[in-house]
């Protein structure tokens, strides 16, 4: 539950500038439910996020690292620190008022101070990409991260007057290239187990052990804060609701309601989709979400009823959340959607309203099928794109391809399973894993099949890193990739490109219980529902396979006996 001082933070004031509604739900997680807590860990680790971090502090040498987390402790400590003429301070506490917030980096000289916010996003100084290039007006992929740092920069103005503060965002500069081997690994996430398992990283390298050239770039972003503080990162006619408020009231706002314990009515919106205070089945906790819909739709409002926001590729929401359309039951009669994909849609709907549960199938499908040449191989990769590279040479986020399966379906319904994994340390896997993929699949001209754009995308990514390293020893390679992979759109594709099986299930397959998901996740179970072949053959122990052989692949939930 939540614990005074109720400062606004960082990540306070940005869940408010997704929907103010959510400041009265957060911090209360014995109430409500929150669905982003450990979303936002995973997606931090995927992203690098920790060690970036970690990295960013070893550009400031001998700095002072700001350790404790409780409020009163970390602004003592800066406190004291910031009493030297010049220092560079990790996690540095600030406090105005009913705001409190913890920098990154603040690099001080005197009275010139800069403010560094940190971020594990790749950044490209030639195309920086921060507005529209049509206008001035900020490209939304960047606002969370500016608004970030005119918060913190807003704060630490109000902190300290007498102090000349440069906003900066540091950031993965995808021009750099790592110039050592092994940076990655000299930072390690490890689990504090005396502070309830809280996670950090760690540098476990030596104070002078060489890191190379620098990777990450500092991006002066004075101009974009400003224009935040006068409300100009949207254009007027944009701006709704506590968007019209200046800068600083819009906080001081936010920050009395939150300490108030207040909630903030926010209209029901196209933001709702992605609620997080969302619960799941058999759950104790409250739904905010549920609690928002029902407060301003009626208690008869039900969360379990196929909502407008299921439809897939749903363009239409604002339309119909205008028109106060908001279940799918509730769509009238001849609705249709727009544009080529409004056919799928319509589909959907039409399942949805008629409770049927029956399979589509698009006898075009068949037609498909024809062109297929057996053996078929249905191909999966195992990838990493870092912010900190493993390999001198290589990029921030450059493509790492690490292991990849292949199973084989012959015509006489066997299957056979083929599969690569990198197995020397410190080797960059890429051209050993693309020379074992053509291995595999050069046995025959059996049709390739993959599930959405990654393996495409990274044998093209893998293709474009041996053109330019210009290895002629890699020419057979260069030229083998474009013979199952798709370049360039425009062009016709070659005779054995990749078949992808989301656009099979796009263009000719649809069942209710996919709602309005194509992924693997949502398609599989419910193939195997309406399957009795599928479902016959998963239910015996497989005769395949590293990790599943001897094992079951499938079972039924027990709420509704589905495939799961």
Request: charged share 30%.
């Amino acid at each position: 539950m939540r614990k005074p001082p109720f400062y606004l933070t960082k990540s306070r004031f940005k869940t408010a500038l997704e929907c103010p509604t959510k400041l009265f739900y957060t911090d209360k997680e014995n109430l409500y439910a929150n669905q982003k807590s450990e979303d936002e860990f995973l997606m931090a680790l995927a992203e690098g996020g920790f060690q970036v971090g970690e990295l960013a502090k070893l550009y400031f040498p001998d700095g002072y690292d700001v350790k404790p987390l409780a409020y009163d402790e970390s602004l003592a400590e800066t406190a004291q620190q910031l009493k030297n003429h010049k220092i560079a301070i990790y996690e540095a506490a600030i406090q105005f008022d009913q705001f409190f917030i913890r920098v990154d980096v603040l690099n001080k000289n005197g009275s010139d101070v800069e403010l560094i916010e940190v971020k594990a996003k790749s950044f490209d100084p030639a195309d920086p990409d921060f507005t529209y290039k049509r206008n001035s007006f900020i490209r939304p992929g960047w606002r969370p991260y500016l608004f970030d740092v005119a918060f913190q920069t807003w704060v630490t103005r109000q902190a300290f007057p007498e102090w000349n503060i440069t906003p900066y965002l540091m950031m993965a500069d995808k021009t750099k290239v790592a110039s050592v081997d092994g940076l990655n690994q000299l930072f390690r996430i490890r689990v504090v187990e005396s502070d309830s398992g809280r996670k950090e990283c760690e540098y476990i390298g030596t104070k002078d052990q060489e890191l190379g050239d620098d990777i990450l770039t500092k991006v002066d972003v004075t101009e974009y804060v400003e224009q935040i503080w006068d409300g100009k990162s949207v254009p007027d006619d944009k701006r709704l609701g506590d968007e019209l408020l200046p800068f600083a009231d819009r906080a001081r706002k936010y920050a009395k309601y939150y300490k108030e314990d207040i909630k903030l009515g926010t209209p029901i919106g196209t933001h709702c989709k992605d609620c997080e205070f969302r619960t799941e089945a058999g759950s104790a906790l409250q739904s905010g979400y549920e609690e928002c819909w029902k407060e301003q739709v009626g208690s008869h409002f039900s969360v379990d009823e196929p909502h407008i926001f299921d439809i897939w590729d749903n363009r239409d929401k604002e339309t119909l959340l205008h028109n106060k359309i908001y279940l799918i039951r509730d769509m009238k009669d001849g609705y249709s959607f727009s544009g080529k994909r409004g056919p799928r849609k319509d589909l959907q709907v039409l399942k949805v309203q008629n409770n049927d549960e029956s399979e589509f199938i698009d006898p075009d499908l068949f037609l498909e099928m024809d062109r297929w040449t057996f053996p078929l191989h249905f191909i999966d990769f195992e990838t990493s794109m870092v912010a900190i590279p493993f390999y001198a040479g290589k990029r921030p986020y450059e493509q790492l391809a690490f292991q990849f399966s292949c199973h084989t379906y012959y015509d006489t319904g066997s299957v056979t399973h083929s599969d690569w994994i990198s197995a020397e340390a410190g080797e960059f896997p890429n051209y050993d894993f693309v020379k074992a993929l053509k291995t595999v699949l050069d046995q025959d001209e059996g049709t390739v099949f993959r599930y959405a754009a990654h393996e495409n995308t990274v044998l093209n990514q893998i293709r474009k890193q041996m053109i330019d390293e210009g290895n002629s020893e890699l020419d057979e390679l260069i030229d083998w990739i474009p013979t199952i992979t798709i370049i360039d759109k425009d062009e016709p594709p070659p005779e054995r490109a990749m078949v992808d099986m989301l656009q099979l299930v796009q263009n000719y397959y649809y069942q209710k219980d996919m709602g309005g998901s194509n992924s693997l996740k949502a398609v599989l179970p419910t193939i195997m529902n309406h399957s009795a072949f599928i479902k016959n053959k998963y239910a015996q122990p497989m005769s395949y396979g590293m990790n599943l052989r001897g094992e079951i692949v499938w079972q039924k939930n027990k709420n509704n006996g589905k495939a799961v």
